[in-house]
């Protein structure tokens, strides 16, 4: 009988009211460790809202966060060098410079 077995092992090193159910096991090889750990469902009375500031009482402070959300995405975005563009498309550096120089 070639066939393996897992024995179950009760160790826990989580906290009993830990978010997570976790059951170790070994093959009877004693070669490969088993971990089953499925998610758990959390009820959604458990669960509480994220903390978000009020646009009407914090306007300047709304102002600037959006400024500063616009100026990040208008950043320019390095361009790849002529040795990087040679290296991803398999080709020689002189592919990359304009005719004429």
């Known amino acids: 009988d070639q066939s393996l077995h897992c024995a179950k092992s009760t160790y826990s090193a989580l906290p009993d009211d830990y978010n997570c159910r976790v059951e170790l096991a070994m093959t009877s090889d004693r070669k490969t460790i088993v971990c089953y750990h499925p998610s ?3 009820p ?3 669960t509480k ?3 978000r500031r009020d646009p009407i009482k914090n306007f300047a402070e709304s102002q600037d966060q959006v400024l500063k ?3 990040m995405d208008t950043s320019p975005k390095p361009e790849p060098t002529i040795e990087e563009l040679s290296k991803m498309f398999y080709t020689t550096k002189h592919r990359w410079y304009p005719v004429g120089q």
């Open 40 to 42: 758990v469902d959390i």
């Open 44 to 46: 959604y009375e458990h």
């Open 49 to 51: 809202p994220i903390p």
């Open 69 to 71: 959300a616009r100026l």
